[in-house]
């Protein structure tokens, strides 16, 4: 770890990413936020006139967290996400990808950066990449280098015992994750909680889906041991897509939703129509479904899902 507390020594300094102390850009920009261009984060903003400050990056474990997050965001083509306290607080809570994940998202840098399959490399140059860093959820050069031995290991990567190198079967494997789409049955649903809410849950959401070949989720109906926000992590992670309403504009379906585009799931948002004019403005532009009651809900999103998403597994046929 002594690399990110090394790098948090000039987390305040200009030119400094307020999430991993790298050097990083200043982007100019007319809304009033501070943008960052990051080796190792990737690109965004931040209101640093926010009541209380930004944000407190005290450990290297909200680091990793905090810098994977936006680089999912990026690659789900949100350019600037926008960390707030309660993003910045609700990310040091996810629960990490395991090592199989995260080798294979550095296997898909590799492939991007250095695809070349008769040349060799220093493995410390692929694990010392920051943006291989920050996109495999590593700490430091040591954890990435993890990484490396295990995609050795399986012949993703060639080495003669002092370099390394892409393999044929690593070019097309990375070229195979980069492209493969969720084939779960399930999905997610973010929504608030609100009790004014529960027909529409009942009698719109939970039947469209259904009536679309899939399976409902709520994280309220799951029974579960720990903390709610790595339930809610996990189950999008297996989920074929989301459906993000904002009636109520909790907070917590906004970061749901940009969890959801970061692992490049399709994200399906709704609003009832008297609250659409609440909607936050980075969502406003997007082909919003409203609804006026859960029987309208029920049929515009069951037609929206197949649009989007095509009929699920378990489609029978009616609706």
């Avoid at 849950?201 to 903390?227: C, E, H, M």
């Avoid at 379906?253 to 940009?258: C, M, N, Q, T």
């Avoid at 959801?260 to 909607?279: E, F, N, R, S, Y």
Wanted: with cysteine; aromatic share 8%.
């Amino acid at each position: 770890m002594g690399e990110m507390v090394t790098s948090q020594a000039g987390l305040l300094q200009s030119g400094s990413c307020e999430i991993c102390g790298n050097e990083a850009e200043f982007v100019p920009n007319r809304l009033g936020c501070t943008r960052r261009r990051c080796p190792r984060c990737g690109t965004f903003e931040y209101h640093s006139s926010s009541p209380g400050g930004w944000l407190n990056v005290k450990t290297p474990d909200h680091i990793v967290r905090l810098s994977g997050w936006v680089r999912e965001q990026n690659d789900a083509g949100i350019e600037f996400p926008n960390i707030t306290q309660d993003v910045s607080r609700d990310v040091a809570r996810m629960r990490l990808p395991g090592l199989r994940e995260r080798a294979n998202r550095a296997l898909i840098v590799i492939a991007r950066t250095w695809q070349e399959l008769e040349a060799w490399y220093d493995s410390h140059g692929f694990a010392q990449y920051l943006d291989l860093q920050g996109r495999s959820y590593s700490v430091d050069t040591a954890a990435a280098l993890v990484l490396i031995q295990l995609l050795i290991a399986e012949g993703y990567l060639r080495n003669d015992g002092r370099a390394v190198g892409l393999s044929v079967s690593g070019l097309l494997a990375a070229e195979s994750l980069g492209s493969a789409q969720s084939e779960s049955a399930q999905g997610f649903v973010a929504m608030s909680f609100d009790e004014s809410l529960r027909d529409a849950w009942t009698n719109g959401f939970d039947p469209a889906i259904r009536a679309a070949g899939f399976i409902p989720l709520r994280i309220d109906a799951k029974d579960y041991v720990g903390s709610i926000s790595d339930e809610i992590i996990s189950e999008i992670r297996q989920s074929s897509f989301v459906v993000a309403d904002y009636t109520g504009q909790a907070n917590g379906v906004y970061f749901e939703a940009g969890f959801a585009l970061g692992m490049g799931l399709t994200v399906i948002p709704t609003c009832q129509a008297d609250d659409v004019g609440k909607l936050h403005f980075d969502i406003k532009h997007l082909n919003t479904l409203l609804w006026k009651d859960p029987a309208e809900l029920a049929n515009g999103l069951s037609k929206r899902i197949i649009a989007v998403l095509g009929a699920g597994p378990l489609f029978s046929g009616e609706r």
